[in-house]
């Protein structure tokens, strides 16, 4: 199954923050290291603020996108299997809270190279750069020693 519209694209964003939101209000609960549970909470805080911003750019944009055609970008593509079940252990934690901002940074980047709509590709580019930082400040704090073992090469 792939994403044929404009109004699918930002129905899924708007889907896939608030579920990374959900998750991230458990987590930031259930994280023991300070600096993790600082990050889950800005985490959080970012998908409160994101999620009603993809649903008023659907909103905003669909008229004028209602004919573009989108091609090639399959939803199987931005699914994860995640499970929050029972108590998890930082390290835990800590490998989906970057399985999750990767799966956003990835459809978002895929998202903004299909619309056509300069302001929402633009929007969408800089939702990328902020997931990288996320990213990039998870992946520090994966390599102290703490979370020995996290990265597998």
Known sequence: MTFTTFGAIMGFAAEMVGQAEEIYGILSQEAEEPELKEILTTLLEEGRRNRPLME??????????????????????????????????????????????????????????????????????????????????????????SFKGIFVD
């Open 56 to 145: 008023r750019m659907r909103r905003e944009n669909v008229t004028e996108m209602i004919l573009e055609p989108i091609t090639e970008l399959p939803w199987e593509d931005y699914k994860i299997h995640h499970s929050v079940q029972g108590r998890m252990g930082d390290a835990d934690i800590l490998k989906l809270a970057l399985a999750l901002e990767e799966r956003e940074r990835k459809f978002f980047q895929d998202a903004s190279s299909k619309l056509s709509l300069p302001e929402v590709a633009s929007r969408l580019r800089k939702m990328v750069r902020k997931k990288e930082e996320n990213l990039a400040r998870l992946e520090r704090l994966g390599m102290r020693p």
